[in-house]
């Protein structure tokens, strides 16, 4: 028999953050994801700075990548559809538990320096695998703990954690690695510090999912038919009969490969190759980013909410400043240019998922949430092997070339879509 978790009662009229904490549930979620989350920049640091100690190789850093994300992609969909049979908390704890194994095993094998780059390759295969059941499951949770008015102020919480652990974690990630490493080419003691880390703090994660309340086959209990690829076919086809969501997700996809990966790429290479802060720099310019997608999350909060009619041109141009960023990014001479234009794609990114994600969730059947979901996911990161594995290459070519032109090319694309008569339309 499958579990739901209670829709706690609201016990305020106001909606605000310390109303929807005050739900027992989405509480212990927002605790136990935040310790999550917050060592989760520890394992996205150490990863590709590891791999650099390893290789000295930007292509390697980039397949790297690529690795994780193609389990990631192909059974995205299959994630989605298992969300919504056997509810996201179930599917959240495996998936940490999972997760908690791999990174405390590259964790050993750093210390006792038996890692190797094939084991790398593996290790991202299995993470990516894990990941395509934990993000579908995530993104689906929070409309299954608190009511439809509340989803605004418990999104912006889930999200503003999320991005202050990105602003706080890769600066500590950063500088345990500079610390402990101090520079040394063949040290790698800060690196399995921060694995380790990160293993520990799934824990926090598992912990809070296990203590939630359950209540057994009530409504919102997972309702899918049939099996699963009828279920990723009942989703695909809830998708296309839609006019609204037929624009969102080609745009969201056509996105994913102009920024996810020279930017992920990117950053870790040109803070070794251009600026002597190395580790600290990577890690300063990745803090600045989360610490712009936490306030834009504030920011999406806080402003008047967006009518649907303006929802997509103002989300859209707003995100074509990623794209700006992007190239300045690539045209910086130093650390802290690189580090405001990072901000400035961080508040971008912020205010424009927090508003298209509620919207979202607020549309969507409650029946098909997993699985639309799922292909929101595979929409914003199914192309990262592609796009990581084409930043790893090109990156070796010309570095500023590389970010330049992806950061135009974004920054046109999202600004021709954002004023299309379909776009405006397709939001009504």
């Known amino acids: 028999m499958t579990d739901t978790l209670p829709l706690e009662q609201k016990t305020a009229t106001r909606i605000s953050p310390m109303n929807v904490l005050r739900n027992r549930n989405f509480r212990l979620l927002w605790i136990g994801e935040g310790i999550s989350l917050l060592g989760d920049q520890f394992y996205l640091i150490a990863l590709p700075w590891l ?25 995205m969909l299959v994630g989605g559809a298992l969300t919504d049979r056997i509810t996201p908390r179930k599917l959240m704890i495996n998936s940490n538990l999972a997760r908690m194994i791999l990174t405390g095993l590259l964790a050993a094998l750093v210390t006792t320096n038996l890692i190797q780059l094939w084991m790398l390759y593996v290790s991202a295969l299995l993470f990516g695998f894990v990941d395509a059941f934990f993000f579908p499951a995530q993104t689906s949770i929070v409309p299954k703990l608190v009511e439809k008015d509340q ?9 503003g954690t999320a991005q202050l652990s990105l602003f706080v974690g890769p600066l500590l990630a950063g500088a345990v690695i500079a610390l402990l490493d101090r520079g040394a080419a063949d040290s790698t003691t ?64 056509g996105l994913n490969i102009l920024i996810n990966g ?9 803070s070794r190759a251009r600026f002597p802060e190395g580790a600290a720099a990577f890690g300063l310019i990745m803090s600045l980013f989360g610490g712009g997608a936490l306030l834009g999350t504030v920011l999406a909060g806080v402003l008047p909410k967006l009518s649907k009619k303006l929802l997509g041109t103002v ?15 690539g045209l910086s001479p130093t650390m802290y240019i690189a580090a405001a234009a990072a901000l400035a794609m961080g508040i971008a990114n912020g ?3 927090i508003n298209l994600i509620t919207w ?64 405006r339309a397709g939001m009504e």
């Open 51 to 75: 791999v650099l100690s390893l290789t000295g190789n930007p292509l390697a850093v980039g397949t790297v990548l690529a690795a994780a994300g193609i389990p990631r992609a192909l059974f």
């Open 151 to 159: 989803l605004q102020a418990g999104n912006s919480l889930v999200h």
């Open 190 to 253: 800060g690196i399995a510090l921060a694995f380790a880390l990160d293993s520990l703090s799934f824990i926090a994660s598992i912990a809070a999912l296990s203590l939630m309340r359950i209540q057994k086959g009530g409504a919102g209990a997972g309702t899918a038919s049939g099996g699963v690829l009828n279920s990723i076919r009942a989703g695909l086809l809830y998708v296309w009969k839609d006019a609204t969501l037929r624009i969102v997700f080609p745009i969201t996809l």
């Open 262 to 270: 020279p930017f992920a790429v990117g950053i870790p290479v040109i």
């Open 315 to 329: 989300s859209l141009s707003v995100i074509s400043m990623m794209g700006i960023g992007l190239a300045i990014i």
């Open 351 to 353: 205010y424009a998922n």
């Open 360 to 423: 979202l969730q607020q549309k969507v059947a409650p029946e098909m949430t997993g699985r639309v979901m799922s292909l929101v996911m595979f929409a914003a990161v199914g192309m990262n092997p592609i796009s990581n594995a084409l930043a790893g290459a090109l990156i070796g070519l010309n570095i500023t070339v590389l970010l330049v032109c992806a950061g135009l090319l974004m920054t046109i694309f999202t600004l021709f879509a954002a004023f299309s008569p379909a776009v």
